[in-house]
């Protein structure tokens, strides 16, 4: 079984930052991509930003330039870099993990983190 810990939400003024990590563990063969998703209230999740596992990185076009998604393959981690936040970013984060393990292919979630950005 595969398990992410999510942290790094709170509370940011507008303008701040944050940095959300995601560790993953489990018997994991290959890891196809990591990304992480957000979810504001009666909205749908969206897509935020996806790092496969070789190629570049992808964005919502809501926070291209302001958002940053990396990995440390030696942590296990995922991290999302969030600059010059708005109240509109404001959602519970989750990151999700693709790959390969003993039993076959998997998509695991976080449990999901809130952030938000406030005054």
């Known amino acids: 079984q595969v398990q992410l810990v999510e942290s790094g939400g709170g509370l940011v003024q507008p303008g701040g930052s944050l940095t959300l990590s995601c560790a993953h563990s489990?018997?994991?063969?290959?890891?196809?991509?990591m990304g992480w998703y957000r979810q504001a209230p009666g909205k749908q999740r969206e897509l935020v930003a996806t790092?496969?596992?070789?190629?570049?990185?992808n964005y919502a076009a809501s926070v291209k330039g302001r958002f940053t998604i990396s990995r440390d393959n030696a942590k296990n981690t995922v991290y999302l870099q969030m600059n010059s936040l708005k109240p509109e970013d404001t959602a519970v984060y989750y990151c999700?993990?693709?790959?390969?393990?003993?039993?076959?292919?998997?998509?695991?979630w976080g449990q999901g983190t809130q952030v938000t950005v406030s005054s």
């Open positions: 999700n993990v693709e790959g390969r393990a003993s039993w076959g292919t998997f998509s695991s």
């Open positions: 489990g018997s994991i063969f290959a890891i196809y991509a």
């Open positions: 790092i496969p596992g070789g190629g570049s990185t």
